[in-house]
């Protein structure tokens, strides 16, 4: 048997949407990204919502949005993917690289006061797997030391921390849409906000600092009361990015949506299967403390102090595996910003990903976990 590690669960409702969009004829930025936007805010309870191609430029463009002062610094844990971190240098700002709490892997509150210090502007917790960074207890901490706060929800799509999505805790939450992720559009992000004042400018960032997009412009051209509209017309007044989601993404992300609750929920049941089938193993425990209730999981994983070796034989039952992730101290691009981070360099050794989606069958599981068993008593 061969068991994938992720794998987008996509079928007729995105087929039939991407055949209207191509019978429009309008495949770029368009109707269908705005409709996107709105429903994506609705489902989150945000005001406001951006699409752009990649959690990537969500990041990048939640940072910029801020306006700190140039060479501030940006609160980063030290794990999670290269983007929360890439995000601050490409603003021309400076990651400071924070420890991770060692139960549950994300931002660690007491390391996170240990090292803010007042040139600090932002902090970026991760929802590490998907889950939930305190985000009350850091909201309080941020607020003290007047730090903005992104979300990066990269991993916890429709995730809810103690009756709010994740997402609406902080000023600006980012979210991928990127293939292996809760939900996908292929490629893609969204920004969202209770402060739209804050993300509306980047509708221009995302669309190479145009102020006006081609739909709209194109909607003028057809508009009989408006035959001496300049229809063409557009000023650019920022250097911004070709970062815009498009109608084809849109079209798969609407559809998407309508099945993220449903997608989260069989991921928590296969978790639940997960955390029985390896409750009696002595050398093998639950990555996280999984609280199977509200909270969306993007990673199913486990800790073993023979990591390397269980991966090699995981890989000879054809069982994928992954590392989510090294410290990101740990790489050459960050070296100059490394801090002292011992629980993010200790833990990592320890950390595998296990196979986690929808489409995963228990009888997969099973395997799964029969491999991992038989590791335990080998
Ligand atoms: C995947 C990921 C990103 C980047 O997402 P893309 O949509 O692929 O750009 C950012 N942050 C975290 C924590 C991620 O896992």
Not at 147 to 152: F, G, Q, S
Not at 347 to 355: D, K
Request: net charge neutral.
């Amino acid at each position: 048997m061969q068991v994938r590690l992720f794998k987008p669960c996509v079928g007729e409702e995105e087929l039939a949407n991407i055949r209207s969009v191509f019978e429009r004829g309008w495949l770029g930025l368009g109707p269908l990204v705005e409709q996107f936007e709105k429903e994506w805010s609705e489902y989150l309870g945000a005001t406001a919502s951006v699409g752009v191609n990649s959690a990537t430029a969500a990041l990048h463009l939640a940072v910029t949005a801020m306006r700190v002062p140039a060479g501030s610094k940006v609160l980063v844990p030290a794990i999670t993917f290269v983007s929360t971190a890439t995000a601050a240098l490409y603003n021309q700002l400076v990651p400071v690289f924070v420890d991770v709490d060692e139960d549950t892997l994300s931002i660690s509150l007491e390391d996170l006061e240990r090292k803010v210090t007042s040139d600090c502007a932002i902090v970026m917790p991760v929802h590490m797997g998907g889950h939930p960074v305190p985000m009350d207890d850091l909201n309080q901490i941020a607020k003290r030391h007047k730090l903005a706060v992104i979300e990066d929800c990269a991993h916890c799509a429709g995730g809810v921390y103690k009756g709010k999505k994740l997402g609406t805790w902080g000023d600006i939450g980012c979210f991928s849409f990127e293939e292996k992720k809760c939900m996908t559009t292929g490629d893609g992000g969204m920004i969202s906000s209770n402060r739209p004042e804050l993300i509306e400018p980047l509708r221009a960032y995302r669309w190479v600092g145009i102020d006006k997009d081609t739909w709209k412009r194109s909607a003028k051209y057809t508009s009989a009361d408006e035959m001496d509209a300049r229809h063409w017309y557009y000023e650019v007044n920022v250097l911004g990015y070709k970062y815009n989601m498009n109608d084809l993404m849109a079209a798969i992300g609407l559809a998407q949506l309508r099945k993220l609750d449903q997608m989260n929920e069989r991921r928590r049941q296969i978790i639940r299967r997960y955390l029985d089938g390896i409750a009696s193993c002595e050398r093998i425990r639950p990555l996280f403390p999984y609280q199977l209730v509200e909270n969306a999981y993007w990673i199913f994983g486990v800790r073993c102090g023979e990591r390397d070796r269980l991966i090699l034989h995981l890989k000879r039952k054809g069982i994928a595996t992954g590392v989510h992730y090294m410290p990101l101290t740990m790489h050459p691009l960050f070296r100059k910003y490394a801090s002292k981070v011992p629980v993010a360099e200790r833990v990592w050794e320890t950390i595998i990903t296990l196979p986690l989606f929808p489409d995963l069958t228990d009888g997969e599981v099973d395997y799964v976990v029969e491999a991992l068993q038989t590791f335990d008593r080998g």
